[in-house]
């Protein structure tokens, strides 16, 4: 079987990886939300060997995520959890969370729950570092990003590029302080939140 494969990550993964070395440097894992082929996973991990990567996703994505780690080799990458955005997490406490490109696929709903369950998971001086594309001001940063709002929308109403107004309101609630917003290829963005207090 096939490793499953997506080429996005392979053109964006070093540039996050750039952003996220000195990022993770005091900490010891990162949990990633939706970690989708494994791809990221890897890299990350790889070039980061002091870090455990735990990763997690829906049970349907998890064959394809255990086929990247173990033909990785790598000793500090975990087996994916079965996450559902919807249900209870099945993480306790965290010092980072990392998510990619997940925002605007998942409905308003679970982009709500995804910040609510920060709230009692990320601890204290913790990061929430998501990366993707966001509207500033009701308006999107490209053509390329409209017509990408576009296609989403075709295949699930409830999915779509999120105001960044939006994002660090629910962050606010979750008492994520937004450190940086930083600018990435392809029209995305890499944001950085620290937990403030519980």
Same mark, same amino acid.
């Given at each position: 079987?096939?490793?499953? /494969?997506?080429?996005? $990550?392979?053109?964006?993964?070093?540039?996050?990886?750039?952003?996220?070395?000195?990022?993770?440097?005091?900490?010891? =894992?990162?949990?990633?939300? +939706?970690? =989708?082929?494994?791809? /990221?996973?890897? /890299?990350?991990?790889?070039?980061?060997?002091?870090?455990? %990567? &735990?990763?997690?996703?829906?049970?349907?994505? /998890?064959? +394809?995520?255990?086929? %990247?780690? *173990?033909?990785? #080799?790598?000793?500090?990458?975990?087996?994916?959890? $079965?996450?559902? !955005?919807?249900?209870?997490?099945?993480?306790?406490?965290?010092?980072?969370?990392?998510?990619?490109?997940?925002?605007?696929?998942?409905?308003? @709903? !679970?982009?709500?729950?995804?910040?609510?369950?920060?709230?009692?998971?990320?601890?204290?001086? =913790?990061?929430?570092?998501?990366? #993707?594309?966001? *509207?500033?001001?009701?308006?999107?940063?490209?053509?390329?990003?409209? &017509?990408?709002?576009? %296609?989403?929308?075709?295949?699930?109403?409830?999915? =779509?590029?999120?105001?960044?107004?939006?994002?660090?309101?629910?962050?606010?609630?979750?008492?994520?302080?937004?450190?940086?917003? @930083?600018?990435?290829?392809?029209?995305?963005?890499?944001?950085?939140?620290?937990?403030?207090?519980?």
């Amino acid at each position: 079987m096939n490793k499953p /494969h997506s080429q996005s $990550c392979d053109n964006n993964k070093q540039p996050i990886l750039e952003k996220l070395m000195p990022l993770l440097t005091p900490y010891q =894992g990162v949990v990633e939300i +939706g970690s =989708g082929t494994g791809q /990221h996973a890897v /890299h990350f991990a790889n070039a980061l060997p002091n870090l455990t %990567w &735990q990763t997690t996703d829906l049970a349907v994505n /998890h064959s +394809g995520i255990k086929q %990247w780690i *173990n033909d990785s #080799g790598l000793s500090n990458i975990k087996p994916p959890l $079965c996450l559902d !955005l919807s249900k209870p997490w099945p993480i306790s406490q965290c010092d980072v969370i990392y998510t990619a490109n997940t925002l605007h696929i998942v409905s308003a @709903e !679970l982009v709500t729950a995804f910040f609510a369950a920060i709230k009692n998971t990320v601890n204290i001086n =913790g990061l929430v570092i998501i990366y #993707g594309p966001f *509207n500033y001001a009701g308006k999107f940063t490209s053509d390329s990003n409209r &017509q990408f709002d576009d %296609w989403l929308k075709d295949r699930d109403s409830n999915s =779509g590029i999120r105001d960044i107004e939006w994002i660090t309101e629910l962050a606010a609630k979750a008492n994520l302080h937004l450190l940086d917003d @930083e600018q990435m290829p392809a029209n995305n963005r890499l944001l950085t939140f620290k937990k403030l207090i519980n």
